[in-house]
Nanobody, 121 residues
Framework: QVQLVESGGGVVQAGGSLRLSCAAS????????MAWWRQAPGRQRELVAA???????NYGDSVTGRSTITIDNAKNTVYLQMNSLKLEDTAVYYC???????????????WGQGTQVTVSS
C-alpha cells in the first residue's frame, strides 16, 4: 500500500509560480511512475505531467513549456513546478502512483486527496 499526500497548493496571481509536492509513504515495489492530474469544476480530470521512477517525464498539452515534473527517489517525493500560471490552471491537483504496466493485470493507481490551486486575476 502507498499513501500519497499533496502539498503546496494555494492562491497565486496570474503569471505567478507554484511548486506542488507529493510525498509517498508505505511500500509497493511495483510502482512504475508517478503523475500529476488536475480537475477543474465541471471538467474531466486531465493529465498534467507524469514521470517514471528513473526520471523520464511527459507533459499534458495544457502545461507543456510552463511546468516541470521532477522526482526525488531518496525522499519518495515528486514535484510539479508550474510557471506562468493562467486562470485556466485553477483546479484541484491530484498526485497518483502507477503500479504495474499498462495492459498488465497488476495495473493499479494510488491517488492522493488533492490540493487546490487557484489562479487569480
Amino acid at each position: 500500500q502507498v499513501q500519497l499526500v499533496e502539498s503546496g497548493g494555494g492562491v497565486v496571481q496570474a503569471g505567478g509560480s507554484l511548486r506542488l509536492s507529493c510525498a509517498a509513504s508505505g511500500s509497493d515495489s511495483s510502482i512504475k511512475a508517478m503523475a500529476w492530474w488536475r480537475q477543474a469544476p465541471g471538467r474531466q480530470r486531465e493529465l498534467v505531467a507524469a514521470i517514471t521512477l528513473d526520471g523520464h517525464p511527459n507533459y499534458g498539452d495544457s502545461v507543456t513549456g510552463r511546468s516541470t515534473i521532477t522526482i526525488d527517489n531518496a525522499k519518495n517525493t515528486v514535484y510539479l513546478q508550474m510557471n506562468s500560471l493562467k486562470l485556466e490552471d485553477t483546479a484541484v491537483y491530484y498526485c497518483n502512483a502507477r503500479r504495474g504496466d499498462y495492459g498488465s493485470p497488476d495495473l493499479y493507481f494510488y491517488w492522493g486527496q488533492g490540493t487546490q490551486v487557484t489562479v487569480s486575476s
